[in-house]
């Protein structure tokens, strides 16, 4: 969904985005066991969990033992992906509605990843283990993170570089099959927002978590101790306010100064030039090299912890695997809070701060964070919004302090416009527990998330360690808890009780009122006795509480591609600009081409690619069996593929495939390419006027050397 820009249009793609899934079973009690999956989308959905749900029921009995209860849909949370596929109407408007195509894209490809771990169940051991990420993360909003009480936050407070305001851990899961002990994958966590790449970036990756994932997975090919499709998943944790940007918000308006520290603004009073810092902000690119150093800031450590691991492994330990899901309606939810005073949730609603967006990601118009509100900005802005929807005075003493600029969560029509009806989740193996969380929580609410259920998930390990071993103490008695998502669907922030007083971005985002933390700490207590040993069932889903899933009533006003067509005397996979195939080129040096094309959206070629580059093999003994073969294709950092529709009415498009050989290291030169021959290759689809008929063409450029 990019950055909710209607402008931000797709071009293109520089890494396709992946499904990654993990499935954790005991081998004693099969029905025992959870999915894991890590989408490289902005987070989870209501309406693309349905649809998993619902196509692996379709798969027949063998997959009737996933459900509800045990599959989590996380997202990384990248900001370089495509919109329109999310279920509820406000995340749908920016994105002119919803996106059936690339809704089922996401459906198809979490569950083809679900079928191709569950073909691979066998048994294994899971080994845990932390690491320290340093230079990949900073906080967004350090105004509101200090209000927090000073004991608390002395307690993460270990240096200047590791000053508590973000978490610095990286948690994984490393998985290794017991039949030859080769390592099939790793699961890690680690908090920073998928938003390195910039509001301005109109193709797709996966952000820094796709970098380092794609970075994982190329660094164990052809590695003796690693499985041929090893997979390497990284996702979020509680980032709600952690920037990749780690130079700080500055404002780009020449003054050279830095954003004001309350409110995110500059000299003119206005969010709009203020803007975070990559490492590499210098190069205008979009932010992609700030996005492929974040990445390898989260790679490198999380490789040397897997090598730590293999020799030196921390079992995760004990028969148990549990899993639990509900339902909430978070609308009107009282509850008794831990000092026993009673407190409420509200429907959800969204504060003028919401408007003015983060340091990632400006606003627009007069909106500012922290003290924006009806009457800091136009009055338009207030006719707006009693023209969608008034909130009522209760609604507003809920929500309070909020000043309340969408009251999305009792706007109906067409159809829901945010949920009120949450995921609460959580999965356990062994003494790991893992807090799936449908919101972006914040970093000292995370903490206190996690905190409360690591200290009952205490009491329930001792009591499982006595009953199975006959005495507890040691290293299993000590739980690990990991928070993950955006999951299951997507609902906005949670901050804690003080940082929602500062009604920032993140607080004005938090849906549910001042109690929104507390309510999510409440409900994920009192399902947790599930994740016993001597828990036989999941809690049972009552019917009336499903939220609604409106994947088959989104209002769409997306244009359908008419047609394609060459221009005159050309014909579809022409190259219209070639490679100098008449000098050699250097390795560092950028290498492109641009063919007659058409709209990649005729077919989104799941499981292929796009664009490739091609190296000559050629055979000493006998050249007529020399072969080109693919080095790259469109998973590849370095390979960009990029679309340009030329004349809508004729139906003409330009494709460039662009190659920056910079981009290899020394290793992946030595080892994948080399000086040799090469080519650029363009996959395309084609659409016809009369009949929509899709017609596949290939596109070649002239062969060039590369040392």
């Not at 002395?154 to 240096?159: L, R």
């Not at 919101?439 to 390990?461: C, D, P």
């Not at 019917?543 to 609604?548: G, I, Q, W, Y």
Request: hydrophobic residues 35%.
């Amino acid at each position: 969904m990019g950055y909710a820009d209607p402008k931000q249009l797709g071009t293109g793609l520089r890494q396709r985005l992946y499904s990654r899934a993990f499935i954790v079973g005991n081998i004693e009690r099969p029905q025992d066991r959870f999915v894991y999956l890590v989408l490289d989308t902005q987070s989870g959905d209501t309406a693309v969990r349905y649809g998993i749900i619902q196509t692996l029921k379709e798969l027949g009995p063998e997959y009737a033992v996933y459900g509800h209860h045990n599959i989590a849909v996380t997202g990384t949370h990248s900001h370089a992906g495509p919109g329109g596929w999310l279920n509820y109407l406000l995340p749908q408007i920016t994105s002119k509605g919803f996106d059936r195509q690339g809704y089922q894209a996401i459906v198809d490809g979490a569950v083809l990843s679900i079928r191709k771990a569950h073909e691979s169940l066998q048994p294994g051991y899971l080994s845990a283990g932390t690491t320290k990420v340093l230079g990949a993360n900073i906080n967004r909003s350090l105004f509101s993170y200090l209000a927090n009480p000073e004991a608390e936050r002395m307690k993460y407070f270990k240096s200047k570089e590791e000053d508590g305001s973000v978490e610095k851990d990286l948690t994984m899961l490393k998985f290794q099959r017991a039949s030859d002990g080769k390592n099939i994958g790793v699961l890690t966590w680690f908090p920073v927002h998928g938003t390195s790449m910039l509001g301005n970036n109109t193709v797709v990756t996966g952000d820094n978590k796709g970098v380092a994932a794609w970075l994982f997975e190329k660094s164990v090919r052809g590695d003796s101790s690693a499985a041929e499709d090893f997979v390497a998943g990284f996702s979020q944790a509680n980032m709600g306010d952690v920037s990749p940007n780690v130079l700080g918000a500055w404002c780009e308006d020449q003054s050279g100064l830095q954003c004001s520290f309350k409110n995110s603004t500059c000299s003119n009073g206005k969010s709009q030039a203020c803007h975070g810092r990559g490492p590499a902000f210098r190069v205008h690119d979009d932010g992609a090299s700030s996005c492929f150093e974040i990445g390898r800031r989260q790679f490198e450590p999380a490789k040397q912890l897997y090598d730590h691991l293999i020799n030196n492994p921390s079992p995760v330990r004990g028969p148990w695997v549990k899993a639990f899901h509900t339902f909430h309606d978070m609308s009107n939810f009282t509850f008794v809070l831990p000092d026993g005073r009673s407190a409420r949730t509200c429907p959800a609603a969204l504060g003028y701060p919401f408007a003015a967006g983060t340091t990632d990601g400006p606003g627009a118009f007069d909106f500012t964070q922290h003290n924006g509100n009806e009457n800091t900005t136009m009055p338009i802005w207030k006719v707006v919004r009693y023209f969608i929807k008034a909130p009522g005075e209760e609604q507003k003493a809920c929500q309070h302090p909020k000043p309340i600029l969408l009251d999305v969560g009792e706007i109906l029509r067409p159809y829901e416009w945010s949920p009120n009806i949450v995921d609460v989740q959580a999965f356990r193996v062994g003494q790991f527990a893992i807090v799936v969380s449908p919101g972006e929580a914040t970093t000292m609410a995370g903490r206190r998330w996690k905190e409360a259920v690591g200290k009952s998930f205490k009491t329930i390990l001792d009591q499982d360690m006595r009953q199975t071993y006959g005495y507890t103490g040691g290293p299993l008695s000590n739980p690990i808890v990991v928070l993950g998502g955006p999951a299951n669907t997507y609902t906005h922030y949670i901050t804690t009780k003080e940082e929602y007083q500062i009604q920032r971005y993140e607080g004005a985002s938090t849906l549910y009122g001042p109690h929104t933390l507390n309510a999510y700490i409440n409900v994920t207590l009192s399902f947790l006795p599930y994740l016993s040993s001597e828990s036989t069932s999941p809690p049972v889903h009552d019917e009336k509480s499903f939220p609604p899933d409106n994947s088959n009533r989104s209002l769409s006003f997306i244009p359908a591609v008419v047609r394609d067509a060459p221009p005159l005397f050309k014909s579809f996979g022409d190259v219209l600009v070639d490679v100098d195939s008449t000098r050699g080129y250097h390795r560092g040096d950028t290498i492109r081409a641009v063919f007659v094309g058409a709209n990649p959206r005729n077919n989104l070629r799941l499981e292929g690619t796009y664009a490739a580059v091609e190296k000559l093999f050629v055979d000493q003994v006998n050249p007529q069996k020399s072969e080109w073969r693919t080095v790259r294709n469109d998973e590849d950092w370095s390979l960009i593929y990029s679309w340009k529709r030329k004349n809508s009415v004729m139906g003409t498009s330009e494709v460039e495939i662009t190659w920056e050989t910079g981009e290899e290291t020394d290793e992946w030169w030595d080892k994948e390419l080399g000086p040799g021959v090469y080519r650029l290759k363009y996959y395309g689809d084609s659409k016809s006027l009369f009949g929509g008929k899709i017609l596949e063409f290939e596109g070649v450029s002239g062969a060039f050397t590369l040392v």
